[in-house]
């Protein structure tokens, strides 16, 4: 009888944690408002693009500076969720192509500038290279020496058209459609193709929170970083052209802190002992952007600078070590298995 009252506590016990997470609300709260924010801002790209292309002025292009970095920074702070209807068609890398090691932007742009088809009705940008069809590509149009040529303008409204579709196609696959994306994310179990149980959904959002962190340490600032003072190389920062490098790691750390309140931080403050790694995350999120803040040059030129360099240095080991609490603490305290890490081989 004692065995099988324990046997009755321990199923109970993990139907309550199975119960736990408010996907709902993650869903809601979360990564609703994450893409709607980027379609809204890919909107006024769209706009301002055309608007600029249909009358060039030096206004019209500051304008389009201004609201494509608004575009790009809705980006980062949707980057870190890496499932579901943004990989459907290539959509991750269609919106940036970054890091670009072999420098496909540049050279497919290129290509493209000097494809007959571009003066056509029928040219399409989203049947080009991925490296083309989003933000890598357009800021390298926006932010030349020079404003863009009208064979650039076509690409350049080309490239916004392509980025509001693809960003009210994100909103569409979640929420409309025969399948909603969103029906599989708050109702998983065993008939459910994707999610055979909320464990393995928080798994999956652990893990985006835990790649982005990744993301930011071991590329975003490693590759511009380089190994040493007299081999930094600021020009390997993603977005440095529009001077959006340090922004986007903001964006991206306010991106992933929201997500740990509306998915984990109830959960961990509710196991035992969690409230002190809770509060050891909450810190290095704040201590992150406060670091983030002290960094008074830009990326490319802090990365060869002495002074700065330290600086940048130092976020990144506070984001090492926020990065193994996520992967390492987080993931243990709730019993949660990261799975597939997205950045391997890269």
Request: aromatic share 8%.
């Amino acid at each position: 009888m004692q065995k099988s009252f324990r046997f009755v506590l321990l199923a109970l016990l993990c139907i309550s944690q199975a119960q736990a997470y408010d996907l709902g609300g993650i869903a809601e709260q979360h990564v609703l408002p994450v893409y709607r924010a980027l379609a809204q801002q890919t909107a006024q790209l769209q706009r301002s693009a055309e608007d600029y292309c249909a009358s060039p002025s030096p206004q019209g292009l500051q304008l389009l500076h201004d609201h494509f970095r608004d575009a790009f920074l809705a980006w980062q702070g949707a980057q870190h969720l890496r499932f579901g209807p943004v990989q459907y068609l290539l959509r991750e890398h269609r919106f940036a192509f970054w890091p670009d090691k072999r420098g496909s932007v540049g050279k497919h742009l290129a290509q493209l500038l000097q494809d007959p088809a571009l003066a056509t009705d029928d040219f399409d940008i989203s049947q080009k290279s991925v490296a083309v069809q989003g933000f890598s590509a357009l800021e390298r149009l926006l932010f030349a020496a020079s404003a863009p040529t009208a064979p650039e303008c076509r690409v350049v409204t080309a490239i916004a058209i392509n980025l509001d579709q693809m960003a009210n196609s994100l909103v569409h696959d979640w929420v409309s459609g025969e399948e909603p994306y969103l029906d599989m994310f708050v109702r998983p179990g065993p008939d459910n193709p994707m999610f055979e149980s909320e464990q393995e959904l928080a798994g999956q959002l652990l893990n985006s929170l835990s790649t982005q962190l990744e993301l930011i340490v071991t590329q975003k600032l490693a590759r511009p970083l380089g190994s040493g003072l007299a081999k930094a190389r600021g020009k390997r920062a993603e977005g440095w052209r529009s001077q959006t490098s340090l922004a986007s790691v903001s964006a991206n750390l306010a991106a992933c802190q929201d997500l740990y309140q509306s998915a984990f931080a109830a959960q961990l403050q509710a196991a035992e002992q969690g409230a002190g790694l809770h509060a050891s995350i909450q810190m290095g999120f704040d201590q992150a952007q406060r670091a983030v803040a002290r960094i008074v040059l830009t990326l490319p030129e802090a990365v060869g600078d002495s002074a700065q360099r330290a600086l940048v240095e130092q976020l990144q080991a506070e984001l090492a070590g926020l990065q193994r609490l996520v992967a390492n603490d987080l993931a243990g305290a709730l019993g949660l298995t990261l799975g597939f890490n997205s950045l391997d081989g890269d």
